[in-house]
Structures are given as C-alpha cells and as structure tokens.
C-alpha cells in the first residue's frame, strides 16, 4: 500500500514519462523530415524507453495495489530550429525528469516507504545515464555547430 502522496507522485510520473515518451517521438518524426534518420533513429529509441519507463511505474502501483490515474497529455512542440536546439530541448527535458525523479525519492524517503526507495533507485542511476548520453551528443554537436558535413556524419 502507498501513502496518497507517494501516489499521486508516481501518478504524475506516469504522465510525465508518457509526455516524454511522445515529445521524443515527435522529435523523431520531426528529423525524419529533415532527413535525418540517424538522429530520428536514435530519437525514436528513446521514445520506446521512456514509454518502458511510464510502464515501469504503471506496474509498481498496480503491484503495490493501488489505483493508477491516467490524465490527458499536454500538447508537445513538433518544430525546432535545428539539431542543436533539439538537444538543448531534449537535455533541459531529462534534467526536468530527474528533478521529478529526485522528488519522488524524497517523498519515498519522508514517508519511509523503503520498497519505493529500492524501487526509484533504478530511475535515479537511470537519469545520470540519459543526461549524461545526451550532453555527449550535445557537445559534438557544438563542436561543429550542427551543421555540415560533421552533422551528417554524426547522423550516419
């Protein structure tokens, strides 16, 4: 059983993955567009991992026994002005997911809720892998000003 304010927390995780999971997809099929498919690629695989996250915590609530409230998706962007601004966009996003993260865990820790620590503790070492991914890609990109020859190399 979950304290109300832990559920509704992870309630709002699930949102949140499943707006992220959408945002990457739009992305995705915004770089399909500009012929990109390397990024698009790499974008949509992102879109099928924040989904498994959104069902990660769909499954906890239902295992601990409680309710799982779904609510309406915000709309989410579907231009960008380049690939640089994508992975400014796309970092700024996982920095606002592992702030959730963070948040979640200290409710978890307040309420100690021991089972949802161990539970959370995979999405906080989680996060520090997307940010980090990100930020890599998000150099290089910089290194060349995400243009180019250098683009289409790294998009290859």
């Known amino acids: 059983m979950l304290k109300e304010k832990m559920l509704n927390a992870i309630n709002e995780q699930i949102n949140a993955e499943q707006y992220s999971s959408l945002l990457y997809l739009s992305i995705s099929a915004y ?3 500009q012929g990109l ?3 698009a690629n790499w974008m949509y695989v992102q879109y099928q991992e924040e989904l498994s996250h959104a069902t990660k915590f769909f499954d906890y609530v239902v295992e601990r026994g409680e309710k799982v409230e779904l609510k309406a998706i915000e709309q989410m962007p579907t231009t960008w002005d380049g690939i640089i601004d994508i992975y ?6 996982e920095q606002l997911i592992t702030s959730s993260v963070h948040n979640l865990m200290d409710i ?12 959370l503790r995979w999405f906080v070492d989680e996060q520090v892998e997307e940010e980090a991914n990100v930020t890599e890609i998000l150099d290089t990109l910089k290194l060349i000003n995400g243009q180019g020859k250098g683009s289409l190399m790294l998009d290859r």
């Open 37 to 39: 498919s390397g990024f």
């Open 88 to 93: 400014e966009a796309t970092l700024e996003h």
């Open 108 to 119: 978890a820790i307040e309420e100690k809720d021991h089972a949802t620590q161990s539970f």
């Open 31 to 33: 770089l399909h567009d």
